[in-house]
């Protein structure tokens, strides 16, 4: 039997030679433009929050303009609007569709009646974050929606109304402080509070034998004898990483910024999202080394030099806190058995006010 075959036409719209837009985010635009919520919008589309997120963070800086912006007031009252740029991006791309197709350019939904999770969180990825939500789901919370996208992306979800939670460890390294200046960077000041976590420890991994020094694997690194795994444009590590080895290679009487780095680091460009991933990619031998915590260099058997002990913390918008889940997780983050977990993973410690709720 012969099958009929039809023709189908995709409609690209590309910048220097860089998809900007096609017909998947074209939708995923449309749905954020209409409903207020890149959260709403993935899951009528039935697409991974972090894809969503990740088509939004590659067309900007394909375009090197901001497509979304904040409307205060999160999933109760504001939410995510098109920015002027986003809506001439989408305008130009149904009008190229309606031209083309000579039909309108119409989203078709097929699901109204879309249920959000009890809680978003979207930050840093962490052992520690998992287990929370492990508790979170015992406690009777089993909606819970975790995006692993980086310190810096969570904050500019908590920005847009997106996140209930943000997972950071962002190191400042003026102020050689953490996550508190990100907050007031963010314009998150008085919107929302941190509530106290715990401290990793940071090193960098690799399995290039147990008699490798610190210096040595910098040096192999700015001098590209040594390859390199990267963490995510966003991430903690990624901005403590970059900070950290320009300071190193000034030591070794190397000048470099972050240019330098992308020009001389072998795999700079090469991102994982996760420390596990990090590990992963070492054990391989895809990368000689990276950073990721001392828990997951144990947990593959790598070699492990430590750098630095970095906070953990959360932040949450403060009309969020009278919220039963968020009230659970903060009990579950101050519980016996999330502390007796803290204190048994190496190389994690909770910190003194765990818990606490500071206002910035």
Sequence with gaps: MSRKLTPRIVLVLECDGHTVLDDSSARLLALIEKHGSILRAAKILGMPYSRAWETIARIERTLGTRIVEARRGG?????????????????????????LMRTRFNVRELDFSIKLPDIVYMGSHDPAVEYLIGLLKRSGITEVEAVWVGSGCGLAALALGEADIAGVHLYDPETKTYNITYIKRYWLTNYTVLVRGYRRELGIVHRL????TLEELVE?????????????RGSGTRVFADAFIIEQAAK???????????DRIKGYDEEVSTHEEVASVVTRGVADAGFAIRSVATAYG?????VTWEYFDFVIPKDRLGKKSIRIFIRGLKSREFITYI??????????????????
Excluded: M
């Design 75 to 99: 999933r109760g009252g504001g939410g995510t609007i098109l920015t002027d740029e986003g809506l001439k991006l989408l305008k130009t791309y149904t009008n190229f569709f309606e031209k």
């Design 209 to 212: 034998g147990a008699d490798k």
């Design 220 to 232: 192999g690194l700015i001098t590209g004898s040594l390859r390199y795994v990267n963490r995510n």
């Design 302 to 306: 790598l070699n492990f030099i430590p």
């Design 343 to 360: 204190k048994n993973l190496p190389g994690y410690e909770p910190h003194p006010r765990l818990g606490t709720i500071v206002e910035v």
């Design 252 to 262: 070794l009487g190397v000048k470099i910024d972050l240019e330098g780095l992308r």
